[in-house]
Nanobody, 119 residues
């Protein structure tokens, strides 16, 4: 199993910045991909950014050029630097780890952290 603990988040003004961090523990060696997802009120959870162990990153179009995901394999952490924040970035952000071995793969989720951007 993998456990995820998030930190960061909070309140920011439009145009401001926030940084989210997530620490993983447990079956670390089985983690293939880590990422951040978000869920706004009344909306489905969506992928924000993911990153592989080799550093290959993927972003949802709405955050490209504003958010940067990074991963420290030695410290088992993943971070999301969020710049140029917009009110529509307001959501609960969840850390995710995709882990396992062929043919069994699993998803682990953090508890979620609130990000609120005021206009």
């Amino acid at each position: 199993q993998v456990q995820l603990v998030e930190s960061g988040g909070g309140l920011a003004q439009a145009g401001g910045s926030l940084r989210l961090s997530c620490a993983a523990s447990g079956s670390i060696s089985s983690i293939a991909v880590m990422g951040w997802y978000r869920q706004a009120p009344g909306k489905q959870r969506e992928m924000v950014a993911t990153i592989t162990g080799g550093g290959s990153a993927n972003y949802v179009d709405s955050v490209k050029g504003r958010f940067t995901i990074s991963r420290d394999n030695a410290k088992n952490t993943v971070s999301l630097q969020m710049n140029s924040l917009r009110p529509e970035d307001t959501a609960v952000y969840y850390c995710n780890a995709y882990f396992g071995t062929v043919p069994q793969w699993y998803n682990a989720w953090g508890q979620g952290t609130q990000v609120t951007v005021s206009s």
